[in-house]
T-cell receptor, first 115, second 112 residues
Framework: DGGITQSPKYLFRKEGQNVTLSCEQN?????MYWYRQDPGQGLRLIYY???????QKGDIAEGYSVSREKKESFPLTVTSAQKNPTAFYLC??????????????FGDGTRLSIL | QKEVEQNSGPLSVPEGAIASLNCTYS??????FFWYRQYSGKSPELIMS????GDKEDGRFTAQLNKASQYVSLLIRDSQPSDSATYLC????????????FGSGTRLLVRP
């Protein structure tokens, strides 16, 4: 089945530790996105990527890093510089990129907590 | 800062009623509008997209867009308890065409 797979579903981070959240899609979508959702809040954009080997900062990129070495994969690293990482992390993808009207589709999310 | 505003709710309606969810946006140049449904603890699921003024119907759902008033709404006819969820409005503007701006969502509760 085509879709977006995020792993793990739950993740715990220790103080000073970097953790990486995985996002893989087999929809052949060009654009991929990472969002953060805090309880009772909307989604805030962390990073996005239009094509392989290119990505841009979103509204809240500090303390996060990404890579886009393959079209299918867009992993997010939550670094120790992110002091308040507890949130629900959502990966999304869409056909096309700049100028496109296509909607974004989401993976099932990763819930990150601090130990 | 471009904004998308939604009443947080909860909006409580009886089963079988019409639920009306509203969203206003600040970027007059916005071109694409989406409604997502998010069940508690789950990820958002696309239910409607609308790009031009007027109504767009899909089953029990109708999206309404009024660009002059910068207003988009979602009507759910014959509401069911399974419709109880948070509904997120998302808007894509002209000058940031890659980026969706999400509202904080309206929580809908359908009473049996």
């Amino acid at each position: 089945d085509g879709g977006i797979t995020q792993s793990p579903k739950y993740l715990f981070r220790k103080e000073g530790q970097n953790v990486t959240l995985s996002c893989e899609q087999n929809l052949n979508h060009d654009a991929m996105y990472w969002y953060r959702q805090d309880p009772g809040q909307g989604l805030r954009l962390i990073y996005y990527s239009q094509i392989v080997n290119d990505f841009q900062k979103g509204d809240i990129a500090e303390g996060y890093s990404v890579s886009r070495e393959k079209k299918e994969s867009f992993p997010l690293t939550v670094t120790s510089a992110q002091k308040n990482p507890t949130a629900f992390y959502l990966c999304a993808s869409s056909i096309g990129g700049v100028g496109g009207n296509q909607p974004q589709h989401f993976g099932d999310g990763t819930r990150l907590s601090i130990l | 800062q471009k904004e998308v505003e939604q009443n947080s709710g909860p909006l409580s309606v009886p089963e079988g009623a019409i639920a009306s969810l509203n969203c206003t946006y600040s970027d007059r140049g916005s071109q694409s509008f989406f409604w997502y449904r998010q069940y508690s603890g789950k990820s958002p699921e696309l239910i409607m997209s609308i790009y031009s003024n007027g109504d767009k119907e899909d089953g029990r759902f109708t999206a309404q867009l009024n660009k002059a008033s910068q207003y988009v709404s979602l009507l759910i006819r014959d509401s069911q308890p399974s419709d109880s969820a948070t509904y997120l409005c998302a808007v894509r503007g002209v000058d940031s065409s890659y980026k969706l701006i999400f509202g904080s969502g309206t929580r809908l509760l359908v009473r049996p």
